[in-house]
Every structure is written in C-alpha cells, then in structure tokens.
C-alpha cells in the first residue's frame, strides 16, 4: 500500500492547456515538497509546503497544502512542452524520520 | 562540482554478483540518504546516515543491502547475491540537517 497516492499516473495534454496533480494520504505531514524529475536526472526540488491550507505560486505552477496536512495539489496554468516530466509528491511524517516518503509520481507530457 | 555524484552511472551484472554503488554528497552536507527507483515509480527509502549518529537502516529490503559513510563524505551502498528484482535506479541525496535534499543522477543497475 503507498502512503502517498497521487493521481492522474500517466497525462498527456496539448501545449496550453491546464492541469491539476494530486497528491493523497491518510497519514499526517509536517512538510510537504514537490519535485520534478527528468529521465536520467534526480528529482528537482519545486517547493515544499509546511503550513495547512498554505498556497505557494511558481510562475505557471501553484502548490497547495491541504488544511488537514494529509494532501497537496499542484495546478499548471498554461503548459508548455518544457513542462514534461516526471513529477513527484514527497512529505516528511511527524515520526521524526527525516527520509522523505514519495508518492508514486504523475508522468506529464505537454504535446506542442 | 558543486552537486551530489554517483558512480557508476550505468551497472550491468549477473543475478548472484555483488555490486557496490558510489555516492559523493556535496561538501559540508552532515546528512546522506539512499532510495530506490523502479521503472516509472516513485523513489523508495533505503538508508538515511547523520553525522556520527547510527544509520536509519529501516528501508533496506533485505540483508543483502548494506551501505556505509566514512565521516560526513563518500558513501557505499553494497548489494550482494544480486537478484533481477534489485534492477531499478540507486539514488543518493545530501543535505544539512533538517534541510533540502539534493539529489544525484543516480545509477542505474541492470541484473541479467
């Protein structure tokens, strides 16, 4: 069973469109990050979330934490092919371990 | 550099061949962490080393994993007996405490 379920796994959309990922739990976080990863390459940092209900904007990109700290959502306005890629859902738990627990990724791909 | 690297990039071996994996954190980075990546999943936690404070070796799936850190620099992640189920991507992080992990391109190990 994964901690982090994220959703859609697989999406592709043509360049302009929006999109929202989303990223669920039953368990309880004390952060919450978003990486991007390109193949060959290790995940990118994007942001980390630690507040419930905090909202975070990235240019195109906007993060938010839900208030109950158990899910994330990231939206992207306008996508554009450079927006391709693997993107990951990542939160440290309130056990004090300070390994993060990764969702199972969302692969994007922006059609032009 | 200035990033996390990995050697080897790329390792192909025979099932029941031991391999060791090569990870050099950024400079002055008290923290090191191993995960895991299957084809198109999202990273698994292997190991976690803090200073000199004993190693979170939760993650490790079996005894045939092992990994060590000499002080606050290079680490070793050893797999013995290697099976076909180990093949996946062998990442490796660093961070100052209780801060953004930075993540190396990883290796990719293939077991025939």
């Known amino acids: 069973t994964q901690l982090l379920e994220q959703s859609p796994q697989f999406l592709s959309i043509q360049e302009g469109e929006n999109l929202t990922v989303y990223c669920n739990s039953s368990?309880?976080?004390?952060?919450l990050q978003w990486y991007r990863q390109e193949p060959g390459e290790g995940p990118v940092l994007l942001v980390t979330?630690?507040?419930?209900?905090e909202v975070k904007k990235l240019k195109r990109l906007t993060f938010q934490f839900g208030d109950a700290r158990k899910d994330s959502s990231l939206h992207i306005t306008a996508a554009q092919p450079g927006d391709t890629g693997l993107y990951l859902c990542?939160?440290?738990?309130?056990?004090?371990?300070?390994?993060?627990?990764f969702g199972s990724g969302t692969r994007l791909q922006v059609q032009p | 550099g200035a990033g996390v690297s990995q050697s080897p990039s790329n390792k192909v071996t025979e099932k029941g061949k031991d391999v060791e994996l090569r990870c050099d954190p950024i400079?002055?980075?008290?923290?090191l962490y191993w995960y895991r990546q299957r084809l198109g999943q999202g990273l698994e936690f292997l190991i976690y080393?803090?200073?000199?404070?004993?190693?979170?070796k939760s993650g490790l799936p079996s005894d045939r994993f092992s990994a060590e850190r000499t002080g606050e620099s290079v680490s070793t992640l050893t797999i013995q007996r290697t099976q076909q189920e180990d093949s996946a991507v062998y990442l490796c992080?660093?961070?100052?405490?209780?801060?953004?992990?930075?993540f190396g391109p990883g290796t990719r190990l293939t077991v025939l």
């Open positions: 992080a660093s961070s100052l405490v209780s801060d953004t992990q930075y």
């Open positions: 368990s309880v976080f004390s952060s």
């Open positions: 979330v630690v507040t419930g209900g």
């Open positions: 990542a939160g440290l738990l309130y056990t004090g371990r300070r390994a993060l627990t």
């Open positions: 400079s002055g980075h008290t923290a």
């Open positions: 080393f803090q200073g000199n404070s004993a190693p979170d």
